[in-house]
């Protein structure tokens, strides 16, 4: 009888290769037989994957990662560019109000001198002025001077003599002073018409003055001086948050909301002049916002200067305007911006927390499976090793068998060759 052919198996541990595998001859037929319904590369290379999958790492596609790059890179250059585009638009609109405010100003200043300028020519042509003066009684001219100014708005309103001397005036401290050597009595006297006079008060500051000679028979009886309500300006424009000044021909400071600056060039009192508290929490402001080179700098803060043209001797109109406006506006634009990019950031990382979750599950489900498998694949191992086992006991007994058949054979035989000498004797 043929003997059957036997080999023996054993189970594979997890991550371990087969036997006969190390030294690359093909497995054994137990090691490549399946269970039923396990596949084939399953079965005999499951802890191989096994092992794979438990030193897996879940990592990101190049190309997913070159795409948030990608999108930082967007949003910084967004926002960037939102910076300029913005800074300039709203640097430009800044400019052009500006130039509304100083305009509007301007119409206010040569509105408030033009009004001033023709008092004195109306009070030259008061008989009763002219009558107080030919008779030197003075007695009710201060009222008349006092009523004028309510109904037309004067700072002054002084009456002097042919000698200078004050008269009659709105301010009754004043009557009685002397202003013989003032400049715009000295020019009153040398002209026939109203002029105007730029001075410096004694107390600090400018007056601006109109006077008119008062003529009794071609020869000098007096003189009218009509004093501009300027300085209220300075007041309205302190409320605005920008530095405002006007300058003359020479470029000095005549009317400025900043009153350490009156009397000195422009250029020089932004060099060398301090600001009070209130100017510098006006013009506060960081550089870094404007687009283009700033126009002037004060206490090395950076602001926006605009100039008008009062067509009046020669006189010009200076605003400084805070970036204050500017860079909160921008800041707004900004703010939003950042805060959309950073919420479509935080859903794409949202998405890629999903998906590493999702690929963290199915990895673990495969592993599961593929522990499952080999737990079968070792239960077929141990069972086919005992049917080997039986079947190499089953081939003992029957060698032994064959043995014992055969020498019963043989012993037949020699008895059948001894039988028949004996039967033939």
Request: no cysteine; glycine share 6%; net charge neutral.
């Amino acid at each position: 009888m043929a003997r059957l052919p036997f080999t023996k198996t054993k189970a594979v541990p997890d991550g371990a290769p087969p036997d006969g595998a190390s030294d690359g001859s093909a497995p054994g037929p137990a090691a490549a037989a399946t269970a039923p319904g396990v596949p084939a590369t399953a079965t005999s290379a499951g802890g191989g994957l096994l092992g794979g999958m438990s030193g897996m790492s879940i990592r990101s596609p190049w190309w997913l990662r070159l795409l948030i790059i990608l999108f930082i890179a967007l949003a910084v250059s967004v926002i960037w560019f939102t910076n300029g585009f913005l800074g300039d638009r709203f640097s430009e609109t800044t400019r052009n109000r500006a130039d509304v405010r100083l305009a509007l100003y301007t119409g206010h200043i040569l509105s408030e001198l033009q009004r001033t300028s023709i008092v004195p020519l109306l009070l030259t042509r008061d008989p009763d002025l002219m009558n107080s003066l030919k008779t030197h009684d003075f007695s009710t001219t201060s009222q008349r001077l006092i009523s004028a100014q309510a109904e037309i708005g004067a700072a002054s309103i002084l009456l002097l003599d042919d000698i200078g001397r004050t008269v009659a005036a709105t301010d009754r401290t004043q009557i009685d002073t002397k202003h013989g050597s003032e400049q715009y009595f000295v020019n009153a006297q040398r002209s026939k018409d109203t002029v105007f006079t730029l001075s410096e008060k004694p107390t600090g500051g400018y007056q601006f003055t109109y006077s008119r000679a008062l003529l009794s028979d071609g020869k000098l009886a007096g003189v009218i001086v009509v004093g501009a309500e300027l300085a209220k300006f300075e007041r309205v424009w302190a409320g605005i948050t920008e530095v405002v000044a006007v300058t003359d021909s020479e470029n000095r400071v005549i009317l400025s909301t900043e009153p350490r600056w009156r009397g000195l060039p422009l250029n020089e009192a932004l060099a060398t002049r301090s600001v009070p508290s209130a100017f510098e929490r006006a013009f506060r402001l960081t550089s870094d916002w404007a687009n283009e080179p700033p126009d002037a700098y004060l206490r090395g803060e950076a602001v926006m200067r605009n100039e008008a043209r009062i067509p009046f001797h020669g006189w010009r109109l200076t605003s400084f305007t805070s970036y204050d406006s500017i860079r909160e506006k921008v800041n707004t634009v900004l703010a939003l911006e950042i805060m959309g990019f950073a919420v479509l950031l935080a859903m794409i990382f949202y998405l890629l927390s999903r998906r590493a979750r999702r690929q963290t599950a199915v990895f673990r489900r495969e592993s599961a499976e593929l522990r499952q498998l080999n737990i079968r694949l070792q239960r077929e191992i141990a069972e086919r090793e005992k049917v080997q086992k039986d079947l190499a006991v089953a081939e003992q007994t029957l060698a032994q068998s064959s043995k014992l058949a055969a020498l019963g054979e043989m012993s037949a035989a020699v008895s059948h060759e001894l039988n028949q000498p004996l039967a033939a004797m």
